[in-house]
Each structure stands twice: as structure tokens, then as C-alpha cells.
């Protein structure tokens, strides 16, 4: 169901309007009041999005208002103007016109939040038009968005619309879940061409030689977001002689997450349970540390896995890439790094934009 093309806003415009976009969304991040006109909205506007944020809670209890800010300022920082043009430089068809126009369906998650923007901002740069559905934990954030957008590139509110319900007809689709959920996207959209996304974890991997710089750091990975998020770290690989106590003491500033309604019943829970089969497990009041072979680990629990020879483990985990969403090591990830993904971290490793790009 292509068109011809309605939205006309030339490349160059669109990567200064995200940089603006950026702009808004740092103030936002820092909780800074209405900076002036020069960011771009009036002091009404800006407010406005500034409510959405604190008012994200009401949807999604694990959306605090710190989490929240937090997205918005790893946005703020990818949407830059010299990683922009980088980005945008490896993708050479972006700056010819999209003639025809596909609609992309865009079936977003709610487990973080901003999980679904890099999805929509792709549709968007690339010319496309878009038929989102957000998640309905998430319903407001994303519209706020495209609609600070609108401000800064005219047409984008109409190139990107919000579905309340199905998605209509739709030329291709972007789909985001659970691996339950993704059979499901296979089997409804399974005629279309798709990128279906499905569970994933993030692992760490240590040497030993790390400083306490470095674990603080982890706990940063570990807890962000509540670890609901497939770049969360939901298991930790340490040598056979790491003593797990630096670890403890290294996350203890975090201690407060177990204050949380939803967190701290997930810990309560799951500690009651393994108590009751007894299961062998550590406890510093705030994580369930286990050791487990498995590689997804249950809110408020971390996994560990001692190991002897890190040649074999890089191999195991080279052949765990389906599963896997970031290594966190001195040689993959950076300590602390997993929630500030650049714009060319694709989930799942699928190039969205190149695939939005060769819709034809």
C-alpha cells in the first residue's frame, strides 16, 4: 500500500531537527526549568513535556521519574550533530527520496523506558510513514516526542501516526517482545517483510583485575531500569578465585532500589521461594546473588558462573550471540555503558535502517 512521497522535509533538516530534539530532551533529562526560546519550545511546551515525564509513573510503576530523566539523557547524548551525520553517512540511500512511501508498523515494548524510539525516529529518518502502537505502559512519552518533532521539522506528526488499537494495513512491520510473543508477530505478520525482535540478556564477564571503579560500575548495568531491560546484566562470569564481597560492597550504593513497591516484592518473593526449596543462594539485603548455569535471571537476583579457561567461555558465548545483547567486559562493553547504546547498537544486532532502506 505504497504512496507517493507526502513528507519532503530534506535530510539535513530532519538531522538538525533530532539534534534539537536532543537538545530538549538533555534539559529534560536534567530537570532543568524552561530554558528559554532557544530550545526550541515555549515555556507552555516544554512543561508539557516535562508532566508527561513525571506522570510516566501512573502507567508503569517501574517508571520513576529518576529512570525516566535517565532515558531522556542517553537520548539527549546520541542525539548529538556529529554522531547523527556519522551515523546517517553509512546509509547513503538516505539521502536520495523515499519514492514510493511504505507504512511501517511499529509494535513497541514498555519494559524501559523510550524502549520503541530508536524504532520510530528510524521510520522517520528514513523517509517512511509510520503506524505505531505503543506499548500500554507506555502510551504518552512517544506522542510527546513527535509532537516536540513537529516543532522542529512541520509534516513529522502527520509521517508518524499512533494507533489506539490494530495497527491497519501496513507494507512492512518492526516488531518488539517476549520470544512468546514474537512466534506471535511471525505467525500475524509472517506474509510481510519484518524485523521481530524477542528476549535477550546482557552477561558480564570479569578478570579479576578490575578496580573498584569498575564494579561500582557494573552496579550500573545490574540495576538500571530495575534490570528489565535486555541490556541489563542479568549474570556475572568471575574467575575461580573472585571473592563475590567486592562485589557486594562495590553495588552497596545501591541499596535504596529494595525501597521500590515493585522491586522490593520481586526480592521478597523470590527469596521466599528459593528459601522454601532450598536453594543455595547469597543475600546482602537488596540482590539474590545465585550460582546458575542459566543466563536470565529473575528481577532482583543476579547469576554467577565461575570459570577456568576464558578461551572456552568466549566461545561459549560466541555461540550464545542469538541470545545475547551486550558483553560487559575490559575488552566488549564498557563497565557502566549498556543503558547508553549509540545509534548503530541495533537491537538484536538487526540493522533497522538498513532494512527500512531496502523496502521497495
Same mark, same amino acid.
Not at 538531522?15 to 532557544?38: C, E, I, K, T
Not at 512491520?173 to 525482535?197: C, D, K, Q, W
Given at each position: 500500500?505504497?504512496?507517493?512521497?507526502?513528507?519532503?522535509?530534506?535530510?539535513?533538516?530532519?538531522?538538525?531537527?533530532?539534534?534539537?530534539?536532543?537538545?530538549?530532551?538533555?534539559?529534560?533529562?536534567?530537570?532543568?526549568?524552561?530554558?528559554?526560546? !532557544?530550545?526550541?519550545?515555549?515555556?507552555?511546551?516544554?512543561?508539557?513535556?516535562?508532566?508527561?515525564?513525571?506522570?510516566?509513573?501512573?502507567?508503569?510503576?517501574?517508571?520513576?521519574?529518576?529512570?525516566?530523566?535517565?532515558?531522556?539523557?542517553?537520548?539527549?547524548?546520541?542525539?548529538?550533530?556529529?554522531?547523527?551525520?556519522?551515523?546517517?553517512?553509512?546509509?547513503?540511500?538516505?539521502?536520495?527520496?523515499?519514492? @514510493?512511501?511504505?507504512?511501517?508498523?511499529?509494535?513497541?515494548?514498555?519494559?524501559?523506558?523510550?524502549?520503541?524510539?530508536?524504532?520510530?525516529?528510524?521510520?522517520?529518518? !528514513?523517509?517512511?510513514? /509510520?503506524?505505531?502502537?505503543?506499548?500500554?505502559?507506555?502510551?504518552?512519552?512517544? @506522542?510527546?516526542?513527535?509532537?516536540?518533532?513537529?516543532?522542529?521539522?512541520?509534516? !513529522?506528526?502527520?509521517?508518524?501516526?499512533?494507533?489506539?488499537?490494530?495497527?491497519?494495513?501496513?507494507? /512492512?512491520?518492526?516488531?518488539?517482545?517476549?520470544?512468546?510473543?514474537?512466534?506471535?508477530?511471525?505467525?500475524?505478520?509472517?506474509?510481510?517483510?519484518?524485523?521481530?525482535?524477542?528476549?535477550?540478556?546482557?552477561?558480564?564477564?570479569?578478570?579479576?583485575?578490575?578496580?573498584?571503579?569498575?564494579?561500582?560500575?557494573?552496579?550500573?548495568?545490574?540495576f538500571r531500569y530495575f534490570g528489565l531491560g535486555c541490556r541489563n546484566v542479568s549474570k556475572v562470569f568471575v574467575?575461580?578465585?573472585?571473592?563475590?564481597?567486592?562485589?557486594?560492597? /562495590?553495588?552497596? @550504593?545501591?541499596?535504596?532500589?529494595?525501597?521500590?513497591?515493585?522491586?522490593?516484592?520481586?526480592?521478597?518473593?523470590?527469596?521466599?521461594?528459593?528459601?522454601?526449596?532450598?536453594?543455595?543462594?547469597?543475600?546482602?539485603?537488596?540482590?539474590?546473588?545465585?550460582?546458575?548455569?542459566?543466563?536470565?535471571?529473575?528481577?532482583?537476583t543476579l547469576f554467577f558462573e565461575r570459570y577456568n579457561?576464558?578461551?572456552?567461555?568466549?566461545?561459549?558465548?560466541?555461540?550464545?550471540?542469538?541470545?545475547?545483547?551486550?558483553?560487559? !567486559?575490559?575488552?566488549?562493553?564498557?563497565?557502566?555503558?549498556?543503558?547508553? @547504546?549509540?545509534?548503530?547498537?541495533?537491537?538484536?544486532?538487526?540493522?533497522?535502517?538498513?532494512?527500512?532502506?531496502?523496502?521497495?
Amino acid at each position: 500500500m505504497h504512496t507517493t512521497a507526502p513528507f519532503s522535509i530534506p535530510l539535513d533538516e530532519r538531522l538538525s531537527a533530532l539534534v534539537q530534539l536532543g537538545r530538549v530532551m538533555s534539559a529534560v533529562a536534567d530537570g532543568q526549568a524552561w530554558p528559554g526560546h !532557544s530550545v526550541g519550545l515555549n515555556e507552555a511546551e516544554y512543561q508539557a513535556l516535562d508532566r508527561a515525564v513525571c506522570a510516566a509513573r501512573q502507567f508503569n510503576g517501574w517508571f520513576t521519574e529518576e529512570n525516566v530523566r535517565h532515558a531522556f539523557g542517553a537520548w539527549g547524548t546520541a542525539l548529538q550533530d556529529r554522531s547523527l551525520r556519522a551515523w546517517s553517512a553509512t546509509y547513503p540511500d538516505l539521502y536520495q527520496s523515499r519514492k @514510493p512511501v511504505r507504512t511501517v508498523g511499529a509494535v513497541l515494548a514498555g519494559n524501559v523506558p523510550l524502549v520503541g524510539l530508536h524504532d520510530v525516529l528510524c521510520i522517520w529518518l !528514513s523517509g517512511h510513514a /509510520a503506524r505505531v502502537k505503543t506499548s500500554a505502559q507506555e502510551p504518552e512519552l512517544l @506522542p510527546h516526542l513527535v509532537g516536540t518533532l513537529e516543532r522542529f521539522a512541520p509534516q !513529522s506528526a502527520g509521517q508518524v501516526l499512533f494507533m489506539p488499537d490494530k495497527l491497519g494495513p501496513v507494507d /512492512a512491520v518492526i516488531a518488539t517482545g517476549s520470544t512468546n510473543t514474537a512466534r506471535y508477530f511471525e505467525h500475524y505478520f509472517g506474509h510481510l517483510p519484518r524485523v521481530v525482535r524477542q528476549t535477550r540478556v546482557s552477561v558480564a564477564v570479569l578478570d579479576g583485575t578490575e578496580e573498584e571503579a569498575d564494579l561500582q560500575a557494573l552496579g550500573e548495568d545490574v540495576f538500571r531500569y530495575f534490570g528489565l531491560g535486555c541490556r541489563n546484566v542479568s549474570k556475572v562470569f568471575v574467575p575461580q578465585d573472585f571473592s563475590l564481597d567486592r562485589l557486594f560492597e /562495590a553495588i552497596y @550504593p545501591w541499596h535504596s532500589i529494595a525501597q521500590h513497591n515493585k522491586y522490593g516484592n520481586n526480592y521478597e518473593y523470590t527469596r521466599a521461594l528459593w528459601l522454601l526449596d532450598g536453594v543455595t543462594f547469597l543475600d546482602n539485603g537488596f540482590l539474590l546473588l545465585k550460582e546458575d548455569e542459566g543466563m536470565a535471571s529473575p528481577v532482583a537476583t543476579l547469576f554467577f558462573e565461575r570459570y577456568n579457561d576464558r578461551a572456552a567461555l568466549d566461545v561459549r558465548l560466541s555461540e550464545a550471540t542469538d541470545t545475547l545483547q551486550c558483553i560487559v !567486559s575490559k575488552r566488549d562493553v564498557a563497565f557502566g555503558h549498556t543503558q547508553h @547504546p549509540g545509534l548503530a547498537d541495533y537491537a538484536d544486532g538487526a540493522d533497522t535502517m538498513a532494512f527500512l532502506l531496502a523496502l521497495s
